[in-house]
């Protein structure tokens, strides 16, 4: 099972998965692993979509709504969700990033492959012509996003990892405990999986 999709609530919450130099990274952790969704995706969604701001808005013409807030999520898509408020509460974080989070969880279950997944979270489904995502017009802007979500999250979790190491080595210093820096310790020390956020296939080998 792609440990980009699905781990235990609790353990995601432990593991700390967002460095706090990331904007709502208490609120992106705790929404996406209620859903089981990785943290670090969404936050690199939201990096693609917004840049973090939760008042950006774009007019989709095409299909006659608005994309809102951080994770850009459209009313129809909202409601799809579940959602019952007035279209401006769309704007509100926590609100924003939870049915994002909740159409995300629903598209990655549908997509096993992230990013087919991806695709259809930025063109309602993935197109693929030569080996590259396209949009419903043939644009590569999706293959664009698909790339650019997935290189934010491979520097998200690289941030991360360091920062676990940061913090055991001011955990172990002076106890007798191995060095962060001697080859003794890996991923599963930092309570992250050996085989790291991608897989061969998500990392374009």
């Not at 792609?2 to 706090?20: R, Y």
């Not at 509460?89 to 991806?118: C, E, H, M, Q």
């Not at 979270?121 to 802007?141: A, E, F, K, T």
Request: charged share 20%.
């Amino acid at each position: 099972m792609n440990w980009m999709i699905h781990q235990s609530v609790s353990w995601c919450l432990g593991a700390h998965l967002l460095t706090s130099t990331v904007p709502y990274h208490e609120t992106i952790t705790r929404i996406s692993c209620a859903y089981h969704v990785n943290p670090v995706l969404v936050a690199a969604i939201i990096h693609r979509e917004s840049d973090f701001d939760p008042r950006k808005m774009r007019s989709e013409d095409r299909i006659g709504d608005v994309s809102r807030g951080l994770m850009q999520v459209t009313l129809r898509t909202a409601q799809w969700m579940g959602f019952q408020g007035k279209p401006e509460a769309l704007f509100t974080p926590w609100i924003n990033i939870r049915y994002g989070v909740r159409f995300l969880a629903y598209l990655l279950k549908k997509y096993p492959n992230v990013s087919d997944a991806l695709a259809a979270y930025n063109d309602g489904r993935p197109h693929i012509r030569n080996g590259r995502y396209v949009s419903s017009r043939g644009s590569l802007c999706v293959d664009h996003y698909v790339k650019a979500v997935l290189a934010h999250s491979r520097t998200l979790l690289q941030a991360s990892t360091a920062e676990q190491f940061r913090r055991m080595a001011r955990f172990s210093e002076g106890d007798g405990l191995p060095s962060p820096g001697r080859s003794s310790l890996h991923m599963a020390d930092l309570g992250l999986p050996n085989a790291g956020l991608f897989n061969r296939m998500e990392m374009g080998f």
